[in-house]
């Protein structure tokens, strides 16, 4: 059988990367006595993948990775085991059966995912809130996306699926996945470069709220959180 676990990242395991959380969970694995299964070969190793891996310096109410067991267990037993070997800094909020269907695994379905931004250290003007009611009023939102090879001129709008400002921080509801990712980064730098600030003096604080599943269609999306999907 499958299983999806999800969990939090938060303190200071913000800063560990995310091939070290893998091999941490790999350890944990075995500490909680969780009958994990192995793919064959001359080098097995353990059958898991990650949803969506976190950013450096990102924190989280919502991380999910996938394990495949050699036999049922009691799943909630299960995270108690697992919540009693984990460091400060990450706790296991749940474990769910998932489908065998390869096309149903968490790097496959992830669509959406809720952030919570703020800009560090008063970077934003006094009464920054009220402008930034106006953002999502523009008919686009240009942003230069840089990757490793290029840079280009994107237009990010159709990709912020919610935004609202929330006391100092910003709430927001972006595409995530394979098919179009949007930084909440980006979203901060393009409402920074709306309130006439230069970016490069510009630090963000981000926070994941959780990650989607698009159960409808593209045309009438309908997101439900990854341990939700059936």
């Not at 891996?53 to 495949?68: A, K, M, N, W």
């Not at 490069?200 to 990854?226: I, M, T």
Request: charged letters at 25%.
């Amino acid at each position: 059988m499958k299983a999806r676990i999800k969990f939090r990242k938060y303190g200071c395991m913000k800063f560990i990367g995310h091939l070290d959380v893998m091999r941490f969970f790999q350890k944990a694995m075995r500490r909680a006595d969780i009958p994990i299964a192995f793919t064959g070969g001359f080098s097995p190793h353990m059958i898991m993948s990650f949803a969506n891996p976190l950013g450096v310096g990102v924190t989280s109410d919502g991380e999910y990775f996938d394990i495949e067991l050699v036999e049922e267990i009691d799943m909630k037993a299960a995270v108690e085991r697992m919540n009693q070997v984990m460091v400060e800094g990450i706790d296991v909020v749940n474990m769910v059966p998932i489908s065998d269907d390869k096309k149903q695994t968490g790097m496959s379905i992830v669509a959406a995912a809720d952030y919570l931004s703020t800009v560090k250290y008063n970077g934003f003007p006094e009464g920054w809130q009220d402008k930034a009611k106006d953002f999502m009023n523009q008919p686009e939102i240009h942003i230069v996306k840089k990757t490793k090879k290029s840079e280009k001129e994107v237009d990010i709008k159709p990709m912020i699926y919610k935004f609202e400002v929330r006391g100092d921080s910003v709430y927001m509801q972006v595409a995530t996945g394979s098919v179009e990712n949007l930084k909440p980064e980006l979203v901060m730098q393009a409402l920074g470069q709306f309130l006439g600030l230069d970016n490069e003096s510009l630090s963000f604080a981000h926070h994941r709220l959780e990650v989607y599943a698009n159960v409808g269609s593209d045309e009438e999306k309908q997101f439900v959180s990854l341990d939700q999907v059936s």
